[in-house]
């Protein structure tokens, strides 16, 4: 009976010490109770010797994977239980008996060798797999799962599966068992009928108008009013936005017109905050000056806080921190200073000193005079301690054009001015020279501005300057808010955090 199960392959599981062991049977010795493999197998790894020997009590578990028949040695075989001698039903895989591939089982029931008809005579016909074929079928049945929820991929992917089928893979027959038992995966997948694919795709755009949203909208906003619920996320629920300067919460409305002159301006402006400045007459400002030198604003002062002011514009317009830095110190910037024998030359003047202290070259053209404002002296023995350059003369002005001209030549009196030589010189220098030009304090006629300027920059409270002053700017001077009052203007300074802000025409 023993010699019966020679040359059938099995699986011997001898615990987790030993592992599992897989061959075909060499020898069966009933007397020592031991069992020998022939090309074993040990974990799925082949082993060095050519022959193991198991004894009875280190068999945990025997499987019979192939048994030979009479007419084809390599056919299936029954799955039986070593331990219990039950009969196993199912379908097993194992390796074949060169260990190179798998064979599909099919379900039968024994308990000692019998006869197995030939493959052609059976309804079922098992299938042996190669490495290769298996490999492929694996990914196919991965790649299968995945996808397998799209009804036209599927049916595309039948198509395909078999137009792109490996020449040597053998196609598996469709299991005999009823009732959907034991169904192979590519029925599940690859069942539906091709013929059923449609021709056209889906219609996004058809379908999507179908829903019309305005006509939802609507409906929920009537339920709404009717019930007097209000639902969250409403449609027409628009949530206000601010800015990062904005306050959220606001305890009194903002008022905008904040400076109030006695008189009706000619001119209004307005800030970036969107404050309206009025503008003043010369005559208004010039008592406003008055007024704030007779309570300690002195000159000297003015001239100063001016002189701060113009620089920190000047160098703004100079590129600033992009321009004037430690790695451009071969590219200073150039100003031209022109400045006339007034105190609006004078505001130049300190104006000057300050840039030249920010290692901006500054060339200064102030005519020669006999007697001098006592303000100018003392600004050009300021200017003097730099490293400005002072000329009198236009020939000694650079024929390059420079970086920026600031415009000291104006003044609101001793309109004279404007018919000496060099006045007429230094303005026709500086419209040929091409350099943009900011203008300080200009005055308020434009007849008098030979030279047009693409900023001015007006102190305190603005004059009503015409379009060839430019884009204008307002200047912080340091007027107290009573010397305002005291001249009958009812002020609130609209700086803020700077100390020179832009005006826009209203």
């Known amino acids: 009976m023993a010699t019966d199960w020679l040359g059938s392959i099995v699986s011997i599981n001898c615990g987790e010490s030993l592992g599992v062991y897989q061959g075909r049977v060499s020898a069966v010795d009933q007397v020592s109770q031991t069992i020998s493999l022939t090309r074993p197998f040990h974990n799925g790894v082949k082993c060095l010797v050519p022959e193991v020997t198991f004894r009875a009590g280190d068999i945990t578990e025997l499987k019979i994977l192939e048994i030979p028949g009479p007419g084809d040695s390599r056919q299936c075989g029954e799955l039986q239980q070593a331990e219990t001698g039950v009969p196993g039903v199912g379908c097993q895989v194992g390796p ?194 008055s007024v704030a030198e007779k309570h300690g604003l002195t000159l000297e002062r003015r001239l100063e806080m001016t002189g701060v002011c113009a620089s920190q514009m000047a160098l703004s317009l100079l590129g600033g921190p992009n321009r004037l830095n430690p790695k451009n110190v071969h590219q200073r910037p150039t100003v031209a200073l022109l400045c006339g024998p007034h105190v609006k030359g004078a505001q130049g003047i300190s104006c000057g000193r300050h840039l030249s202290n920010h290692d901006v070259q500054v060339i200064l053209f102030l005519p020669n005079f006999v007697k001098m404002l006592e303000s100018i002296t003392n600004e050009l023995n300021l200017f003097s301690k730099t490293q400005g350059q002072q000329v009198s003369s236009v020939k000694d002005l650079p024929d390059t054009p420079v970086d920026l001209v600031i415009n000291c030549l104006d003044c609101h009196e001793n309109a004279f001015l404007r018919d000496q030589p060099w006045y007429k010189a230094v303005v026709d220098w500086a419209n040929q020279n091409r350099a943009p030009v900011l203008s300080i304090d200009p005055p308020i006629n434009e007849l008098e501005q030979g030279i047009e300027a693409k900023w001015s920059l007006a102190l305190g409270l603005p004059l009503p300057l015409g379009e060839r002053a430019g884009r204008l700017y307002l200047c912080d001077i340091g007027i107290p808010q009573k010397v305002f009052q005291e001249v009958g203007i009812n002020y609130h300074s609209p700086f803020g955090c700077k100390f020179v802000i832009p005006l826009h025409s209203t």
């Open 96 to 289: 074949s008996h060169n260990g190179t591939g798998k064979v599909l089982k099919k379900p039968i029931s024994s308990s000692a060798p019998q006869s197995i008809p030939r493959r052609t005579d059976m309804k079922n016909q098992d299938i042996i797999i190669s490495p290769q074929q298996q490999c492929s079928k694996s990914y196919m049945d991965r790649h299968v799962e995945t996808l397998s929820q799209s009804k036209g991929f599927r049916r595309r992917h039948n198509s395909w599966s078999s137009s792109s089928r490996h020449p040597n893979q053998v196609t598996p027959k469709k299991s005999g068992l009823k009732n959907g038992q034991m169904k192979s995966k590519d029925d599940e997948c690859f069942g539906d009928d091709i013929d059923e694919i449609p021709d056209t795709d889906f219609d996004f755009e058809g379908n999507l108008a179908l829903f019309d949203k305005a006509a939802v909208f609507e409906e929920i906003e009537t339920y709404e009013r009717r019930s007097g619920t209000r639902s969250r996320g409403t449609p027409s629920e628009k949530p206000a936005r601010y800015r990062h300067d904005e306050n959220i919460l606001e305890s009194e409305p903002i008022v905008y017109r904040r400076i109030v002159v006695p008189h009706n301006a000619n001119k209004e402006f307005c800030t970036d905050s969107g404050l309206v400045v009025p503008s003043v007459s010369y005559e208004l400002h010039k008592k406003l000056l």
